[in-house]
């Protein structure tokens, strides 16, 4: 019982949590809800108050304008009440998208407030699934608001059923309480298969965006992989999806199956009484409507209280994988405390002192008691074969991951403790897999709808992109796709790569970090990079990655990884030296190539 209570509890928490974020996110909802409620229970009582006045003024037969009184004051009423209902109905339904939109903004927000690494958790997946499919704000607060309604109604249709027959309401009671036990195997047949169902449809969602999205356009075409993919949705769905929803269904017919019979037989008996004071005791037709509606509006409200309850315990659980995110993404927030001042740096000392790290949920030490120091301005080439441990190297840095052992200092200064905002201004990266996104080209470098257009032009020409750009009708107002402007046009993968750099050099970081910034260049276009490379870098400190070791030359030092631990460092003529040394194999290896 106990563990029964701490778990309503939460439930109740989560649901309260949820409404308190409704309310922050659009109060005004929550002002139109509240008349539509109050009319809602007021239409409750008019049925059964005019129908009884006008049903036994009928069977009278003593005043035909008292029943036309009652029926235009009941139409009446019920005109003014629709009409209110329906203007009501407009303004909620557009507070309604304003409330969607702000619920979008909040939920990108936060997912933009957690870390990397929790972003990549299952659980996590889940819950953004969730969180972007499902109404749960307007479901809890319509869950809530029907509880409201159907406790006030149900009080007031209780005090009309208890001066016909008390016992009526004890059968009701029984009934509903069956339902009330059907409803909370239902719950948990619901949650065994909410389990079940969500990893099921986001694997039918990958599969569906493999057939719309840009990106797999091209391999998907040219591969002719649709018939693939369709097969693996229908594969997933028949034997994954339909296959559980059968058992879904089954438990759920068998419970609710149970109930319908005792409903039945409690219709069977309140007419049965009825019957008797109509045809023994003299009721009035008019009464017998009216106490035949209130006994179906109390079995309806009892229902509708247990419904709504057990709807808002259902999104009380449903509600905990987005409290969790919401309340991880706060705790982010509050745990980075200001330390640094960003504008006061124009380079960086990078340090690593001891650090180790293996991804969570996995035992294997990918990065292994690390230790380096980058002075400032000074440069450092990352070498070592595929799975060294390199790109976790830089991913650490961007504090994609935090270190499992061991800690990473700018400029003395834990890097932890520097809020991510302000930290992500410290640093230009271009990735290995760097996106480009369907905006101008201007844009795409300055990542910013206002920008500096002289420095735009700078950064194109030191990255060598700016004849390219040139060239466009449009020039650098040109968008890179077709999605904001039929005249928008596609880069090549060198082009875009240099786009990358020109994005990273408009940022002017006092950290750069090149991952494989010329693999999509031509030999000459490489060149040409690696000729500029200290203007580029023009003093910063920069960490450069490739598996093209002549590269290497241009860099103050080189770091050797492998099987994640730093085996070699130094620049490239001293390693050269070591006769056994990893990077003189490795440089040796590639030379040969060119001979």
């Known amino acids: 019982m106990k563990k029964y209570f701490s778990h309503l509890m939460r439930e109740i928490s989560n649901c309260i949590f949820i409404l308190k974020l409704s309310w922050k996110i659009n109060k005004r909802f929550f002002f139109i809800k509240i008349p539509l409620l109050i009319m809602g229970i007021i239409s409750s009582f008019f049925p059964l108050i005019f129908l009884r006045l006008i049903l036994n003024e009928i069977q009278e037969g003593q005043d035909i304008k008292k029943v036309l009184l009652y029926a235009g004051g009941y139409a009446g009423v019920i005109l003014c009440i629709n009409l209110a209902n329906n203007l009501l109905g407009l303004i909620l339904d557009r507070q309604m998208k304003k409330t969607v939109y702000r619920t979008q903004e909040f939920l990108g927000n936060t997912v933009m407030q957690l870390s990397y690494s929790d972003l990549e958790q299952p659980r996590m997946k889940d819950f953004i699934e969730k969180a972007q499919s499902s109404n749960l704000f307007f479901e809890i607060i319509n869950n809530l608001f029907s509880f409201i309604s159907s406790t006030v109604t149900l009080i007031g249709m209780a005090a009309v059923v208890v001066t016909l027959q008390p016992v009526i309401l004890v059968m009701i009671v029984i009934v509903v309480l069956l339902r009330l036990l059907a409803e909370k195997r239902n719950r948990k047949t619901y949650e065994k298969y909410r389990n079940i169902f969500t990893p099921i449809m986001r694997k039918i969602g990958y599969l569906n965006r493999l057939l719309g999205a840009i990106e797999f356009g091209k391999e998907v075409r040219i591969n002719n992989m649709q018939k693939y993919i369709l097969d ?80 808002l315990r259902k999104n009380g659980e449903f509600s905990e994988d987005f409290r969790y995110c919401v ?45 380096l120091k980058l002075k400032k301005g000074e440069t450092l080439s990352l070498v070592g074969v595929n799975g060294a441990g390199k790109t976790t190297f830089v991913k650490l ?30 640093l230009g990266v271009v990735f290995q897999d760097f996106k480009i996104f369907a905006f101008s080209v ?29 060239s466009l009708s449009f020039g650098a107002e040109t968008f890179l796709s077709k999605e904001f402007s039929e005249n928008g046009i596609e880069l090549s993968g060198g082009e875009s790569q ?76 001293k390693l050269l030296k070591s006769d056994s040394g990893i990077y003189k194999k490795m440089f040796q290896m590639q030379a040969k190539y060119y001979a």
Do not use: W
């Open 232 to 311: 693996k949705t229908m594969d997933v769905a028949d034997n994954e999806y339909l296959y559980e929803n059968k058992g879904q269904v089954k438990e759920l017919a068998k419970t609710n199956s149970m109930v319908d019979i005792a409903v039945i037989l409690q219709e069977c008996i309140v007419y049965i009484i009825l019957a008797h004071k109509v045809f023994f005791s003299g009721m009035p037709i008019g009464d017998f409507s009216m106490y035949m509606t209130g006994i179906n509006s109390f079995t309806g409200c009892l229902q509708g209280i247990i419904f709504a309850f057990s709807n």
């Open 327 to 371: 309340e991880t993404a706060n705790k982010s927030r509050e745990n980075k405390k200001r330390s640094i001042s960003v504008k006061e740096i124009n380079a960086v000392e990078l340090e690593f002192r001891n650090v180790s790290f293996k991804y969570p949920g996995t035992d294997r030490m990918i990065l292994k008691n690390v230790s």
């Open 397 to 426: 840095i961007c504090r994609l991951y935090e270190p499992t052992e061991g800690e990473i200092l700018i400029n003395g200064i834990p890097i932890n403790t520097i809020p991510y905002e302000d930290y992500c201004e410290i």
């Open 442 to 470: 201007a844009e795409n470098i300055a990542l910013s709808t206002s920008y500096d257009m002289d420095n735009v032009e700078r950064c194109m020409e030191e990255s060598d992109i700016m004849k390219k750009v040139d």
């Open 498 to 573: 240099k786009l990358a750099i020109a994005r990273t050099l408009y940022k002017d970081p006092p950290l750069i970090i090149l991952d494989e910034p010329t693999s999509a260049l031509d030999p000459i276009a490489e060149y040409e990079i690696y000729q500029k490379f200290s203007s580029l870098v023009r003093g910063r400190t920069a960490i450069y990655i490739s598996h093209r070791l002549s590269s290497a030359r241009f860099t103050d030092n080189i770091a050797v990884f492998e099987n994640g631990e730093l085996c070699e460092y130094g620049p490239h003529q």
